[in-house]
């Protein structure tokens, strides 16, 4: 606790301040005037009526602040009590930078005010104003940017391909462009879901609104809810003051992506509910409700009726969700596309990784068709990758690819051949041989091999214990 004669010393320099503050800022501002709660006159320092041009300063005392200083506003401050920090008031033709403040008594009643003339030449704020405009042009930059990364990248043109499943599935996609109705997209992983997905908004009357896409696995379920429908200013301790915006309300007028909506809790899955049929969200610790216009596209890797049969997934939400449905081909169901595609994404990553363009040989297209692509598109385009870093020719062969996919030389699928199976172990095999390759691929980093994957960590691991492969703890 401060001693007694800290605390007399401290009082009396603060009242000593308080003496001085009024004559303080009459000598440094270029002006300075008082007026009671009627806003009348009560006194001006020196040097205001001479910069108001007044032949007898003695003359306007108890006069209405307007008769004086036509645009004042000090009567605004006084009857609000809400003071003016910064403003420039025009007097004739000059222009002067001024503050305005309440002034109150013991009790806060309004007995005042008082502004001051800060300078007397506006021009004197120019390297304020050019900081100001500096920091207005960033913001607009920044929005700039946040508003491209929200536009699509894809269009059907990038979905690659011209067997019949890829037709249909396009045409299907394109009739959904047209319609405002949920799109539930289904397939493996890696065959296109969100490529398909920005392909629809981007053909929609939605187009020049954002897309704004939310991959659910990727995200903690205790983030999900403000993630979706945003914070309320000081909703929590720590949370913005200003409060923070979800996905709804940034997608307003566009199309939110919900990718992997299979991994959705059932407790989120209520609420998502509620905002579909309602087309209303309420922020984390709020209690006002706020309209949103935003189409919904949805896709998942699970099989989803499965889920809602098991009772992981809410029947009524799959219902609200496929309105419109999209099937989703694996690579190994339209090979007759391999060649297309392939030549597509070799040229794309070519033109990512700064390589020359490379052609595929007869030899090396006949040699990937042999392969049952447990991964799909995505990892027909790491194996490609891969071959055109480890290759100088200006042709990839077959021999490049036989060092990154070994066991197909003999004509035949690895799994050709072998004893059949129910169609769960083909797939919970395919599954293993994907994982096993993308963690060979990442060089035994298992963060990597989920992100090549497209899945989270915790999924991936999951899928480890599952499978039975060492290392899944």
């Known amino acids: 606790m401060p001693s007694n004669s800290f605390a007399a010393e401290a009082e009396r320099i603060r009242q000593r301040v308080m003496d001085t503050l009024l004559g303080a800022f009459s000598e440094l501002s270029e002006g300075l005037l008082i007026v009671d709660r009627e806003a009348r006159i009560v006194w001006m320092n020196e040097q205001y009526p001479h910069h108001l041009q007044l032949p007898d300063p003695a003359a306007v005392i108890g006069k209405p602040v307007e008769e004086v200083i036509p645009n004042s506003q000090m009567r605004s401050v006084v009857t609000s009590g809400r003071p003016i920090m910064l403003d420039i008031m025009d007097f004739d033709s000059e222009s002067f930078v001024v503050m305005r403040l309440p002034v109150r008594d013991e009790s806060g009643e309004i007995i005042g005010g008082f502004g001051l003339v800060l300078f007397d030449d506006a021009r004197q704020l120019a390297p304020i104003m050019s900081r100001f405009q500096s920091l207005r042009h960033e913001l607009a930059d920044t929005r700039r940017k946040l508003d491209e990364a929200r536009r699509t990248k894809y269009s059907f043109a990038n979905f690659v391909g011209t067997s019949p499943g890829c037709l249909t599935v396009k045409d299907q996609a394109r009739r959904a462009a047209r319609s405002t109705a949920p799109v539930l997209i289904l397939g493996e992983t890696g065959t296109g879901k969100e490529l398909l997905a920005q392909a629809i908004h981007a053909a929609s009357p939605r187009a020049n609104s954002p897309f704004v896409a939310v991959n659910i696995a990727a995200i903690p379920e205790t983030l999900l809810e403000s993630e979706f429908f945003g914070v309320a200013p000081g909703a929590y301790t720590g949370a913005d003051r200003k409060g923070r915006s979800g996905k709804f309300e940034l997608a307003e007028g566009g199309t939110l992506f919900l990718d992997e909506i299979g991994d959705m809790s059932p407790a989120l899955q209520a609420k998502l509910l ?19 216009d935003v189409r919904i596209i949805a896709a998942t890797s699970r099989r989803l009726q499965d889920e ?95 060092r990154i996919l070994p066991g197909l030389a003999d004509g035949r699928s690895p799994r050709a051949g072998a004893t059949p199976k129910t169609l769960e172990e083909v797939h919970q095999a395919a599954e293993r041989e994907a994982i096993l390759a993308a963690i060979a691929a990442a060089a035994g980093n298992k963060a990597q091999a989920a992100r090549d994957l497209g899945i989270s960590r915790a999924s991936l691991y999951e899928k480890l214990s599952s499978l039975g492969i060492a290392g899944g703890q």
Do not use: C
């Open 274 to 292: 509620r905002a579909l049929q309602e087309k209303e969200i309420e922020p984390v610790g709020s209690n006002r409700l706020i309209s949103v």
């Open 308 to 402: 809602v049969d098991a009772g992981r997934f809410r029947a009524d939400l799959f219902y609200r969700l496929n309105v419109m449905t999209l099937q989703v081909p694996p690579l190994r169901d339209r090979l007759d596309d391999l060649p297309v595609i392939a030549e597509s994404l070799a040229d794309s990553v070519a033109r990512r990784l700064g390589e020359p363009p490379r052609s595929l040989a007869p030899d090396a297209l006949a040699y990937l068709a042999r392969h049952d692509w447990p991964g799909n598109v995505r990892e027909l385009a790491n194996v490609l990758e891969r071959a055109l870093l480890m290759s100088d020719a200006d042709s990839l062969e077959k021999q490049d690819f036989e």
